[in-house]
């Protein structure tokens, strides 16, 4: 019996762990259950989608390591020649039929699964830094945002009151409203705002935040292009350039120098930090996420292979936990035959 007891002690730490984390006891005024909740209800949410960047259109491709990627991870995603890849573009709204150019934020998300049965999930954002520095502050930054029903409008004493306590969503917002958007998803760039730690056979550890870099040089909408564009124009330009060949977006990361934030997505590290290009994705194929192998899958950001590890960052593990209860949520809908796919809608199913 002694010698059960330090296992009974463990399995009942991650119990209380894992309730903790769930909001079923402790001082928690945020849960994943909570912000998944407000997602559901601040917008026009439909069953068996993300609560969260609901539209969006699966691809498939393939991920080449460069040559010196191994250097900086022992992640066998760098020694292996190359990796077939599943992937989703995104928008960020919760309504799965929003118009391409209702939002600044676009999202892309990739699988990368080795040889050797290790799995690899990244997920990126159009933003160049996060709105907040922790979930509380993004969570009341949304919250502040929904439409008083009274008026059909945001109080806007919420928002000052918001910015007064959380001063670095001030800069998200200049961002959304003077950040140019692109005419392609094939010319975007994806930026994975938290840090990551990566580790090389050796043992030496740096720490990092990659993005997606496109090939195809960034073209600008002009305001009358975006207002007159199609509702579904990102998904009929990535069919159009997919049929003359493959997109490419190489993935590089950014190294931390000593100072810099790591467990504060709201601040970006200055441009002159030391990079490396770690490998190239090569996409080759779309199709509607009703039927494409993205659908299905959880992109869990803190789903990492031997050589990566997440932060501390609060808003990465909490990005983790609420993802976990989207795909709960949207998977029991569809096994129920609640799911809100149709068939085909001229394309803005994907």
Not at 272 to 289: D, F, N, S, V
């Amino acid at each position: 019996m002694l010698l059960l007891l330090p296992i009974a002690l463990i399995l009942a730490i991650l119990a209380a762990l894992f309730a903790w984390v769930g909001g079923w006891f402790g001082n928690h005024n945020l849960t994943p259950q909570k912000m998944m909740n407000f997602a559901e209800g601040s917008g026009k949410q439909a069953s068996g989608f993300r609560r969260a960047h609901s539209k969006g259109v699966c691809f498939a491709g393939t991920f080449t390591p460069a040559p010196d990627a191994a250097s900086l991870s022992k992640a066998r995603a760098f020694a292996q020649p190359s990796i077939e890849v599943i992937g989703r573009f995104s928008a960020s709204s919760n309504n799965p039929y929003a118009p391409d150019g209702a939002s600044p934020v676009r999202g892309m998300a990739v699988q990368l699964k080795t040889d050797d049965g290790q799995d690899w999930r990244i997920a990126m954002n159009s933003f160049p830094f996060f709105a907040a520095a922790t979930p509380q502050a993004f969570q009341a930054m949304n919250e502040a945002g929904k439409p008083d029903p009274a008026t059909g409008k945001p109080d806007p004493e919420k928002m000052k009151a918001v910015l007064a306590a959380h001063p670095e969503i001030a800069a998200f917002q200049a961002w959304a409203k003077t950040a140019p958007r692109s005419d392609s998803l094939g010319n975007t760039r994806f930026n994975g705002v938290n840090a990551f730690r990566l580790t090389n056979a050796q043992g030496d550890q740096r720490m990092v935040r990659w993005s997606m870099r496109p090939r195809l040089p960034f073209v600008a909408l002009t305001p009358e292009q975006l207002k007159a564009a199609d509702p579904d124009f990102l998904i009929a330009d990535l069919d159009r350039r997919l049929a003359a060949g493959p997109l490419l977006w190489d993935l590089v990361v950014q190294i931390a120098a000593p100072g810099d934030p790591i467990t504060d997505p709201s601040k970006a590290w200055p441009d002159t930090r030391q990079q490396a290009t770690i490998g190239t994705l090569a996409m080759k194929h779309a199709e509607p996420q009703a039927t494409g192998p993205c659908r299905d899958l959880n992109f869990d950001p803190l789903i990492v292979p031997d050589g990566v590890a997440g932060s501390e960052d609060p808003v990465l593990r909490a990005r983790s936990a609420a993802y976990s209860v989207s795909f709960n949520r949207r998977e029991r809908e569809i096994a129920e035959g609640k799911s809100a796919y149709p068939a085909n809608q001229n394309g803005s199913a994907r």
